[in-house]
């Protein structure tokens, strides 16, 4: 009788742990499944794989498109809801605000991927490709984050932005997308301080060359618009770049990309800075650029800090 009492103590205690268990990620899953996410620029390249791996992991993802082939094809999608935004279009943004509130589930997080790119030469690209430039990748995050932030400080929740490595190191015929992904950096770089009061958490993702459309689509428009002329005092440059672009969907798959939006949503100490490149040289190639450009605003300035100095701040950094 003792030993089958025993067994029987066991048996239940067994049951009841894996019932606990079985609770707790129920409930678990539960609530991760009610955190929505809107992701802008989602049919393709890194917006479309955030999208898979989001939805995957359990979250309602807001699919944001433009065009209607595109929404049915992220409707199919388990989790998926796909929402019609063009970032260019305040009435779009307004109406994706009414159409995500009138669900219900409120709004955790948000990340401002639709991006395009222009390249070509400063000095004779047509300013309004450079409004174009800035209209989608500053302006459109620009308007969206208005849009979204009070359903945002709801839910105490986050808010990410595509930038680049571009947006720390500039190159030639780059300079237009650079520009933008800049001025990407000092948006987030503010919105961070000024959004902590609400318990928003704010970060930027910086991708290096990984595969997208977004070259192809470049190229398309350098050759319909032919703002980059044949007749350019950078015609070689331009025949070069032309032929890069059409290999840029042939890089590596940006799951990288994909699983630093997963960690910046999900852990409970997201980092500020995501740099994601698909190789060492690119990430060291911007470490040093940032290196760079320290040295050179220390260089020959009234309050120049010496070598040791210089040591001493990067160790109190580095232990911060």
């Keep these: 009788m003792k030993a089958f009492r025993t067994t029987l103590l066991l048996t239940i205690t067994l049951v009841s742990s894996l019932l606990f268990t079985q609770l707790s990620f129920a409930a678990h899953h539960a609530e991760k499944s009610e955190k929505a996410i809107l992701i802008t620029g989602a049919t393709s390249g890194l917006g479309l794989k955030m999208t898979e791996t989001l939805s995957k992991a359990g979250y309602i993802v807001y699919a944001g498109a433009r065009k209607e082939a595109d929404m049915k094809r992220l409707e199919a999608m388990e989790n998926v809801e796909a929402i019609k935004i063009d970032v260019t279009i305040q009435s779009q943004i307004d109406a994706a605000v009414k159409t995500i509130e009138a669900k219900g589930r409120g709004l955790y997080g948000l990340i401002n991927n639709a991006g395009v790119a222009v390249f070509g030469p400063i000095a004779e690209v047509d300013v309004s490709e450079l409004e174009y430039q800035m209209d989608v990748n500053v302006y459109g995050p620009y308007r969206v984050t208005q849009a979204f932030v009070p359903m945002i400080k709801k839910s105490k929740g986050r808010i990410a932005t595509t930038g680049s490595i571009a947006g720390i190191r500039a190159s030639n015929f780059f300079g237009h997308y650079a520009m933008s992904k800049h001025a990407v950096e000092a948006f987030t770089e503010a919105l961070q301080t000024e959004l902590a009061r609400y318990d928003i958490t704010v970060g930027v993702i910086e991708p290096g060359n990984y595969a997208s459309q977004i070259g192809n689509t470049a190229r398309k428009r350098i050759l319909d618009k032919e703002y980059w002329s044949e007749k350019s005092d950078y015609a070689q440059e331009r025949e070069g770049?032309?032929?890069?672009?059409?290999?840029?969907?042939?890089?590596?798959?940006?799951?990288?990309?994909a699983d630093a939006a997963l960690h910046f949503m999900s852990t409970e100490k997201p980092k500020f800075r995501y740099m994601v490149t698909p190789n060492e040289a690119q990430a060291h190639a911007i470490i040093r650029a940032m290196l760079t450009k320290t040295v050179q605003l220390n260089q020959d300035q009234d309050y120049t800090l010496d070598k040791q100095a210089l040591i001493k701040m990067l160790e109190e950094e580095l232990a911060n």
Excluded: E, N, W, Y
């Excluded at 890069?244 to 798959?253: E, F, H, I, R």
């Design 241 to 257: 770049l032309l032929a890069s672009l059409t290999q840029v969907d042939k890089g590596k798959d940006p799951q990288d990309v």
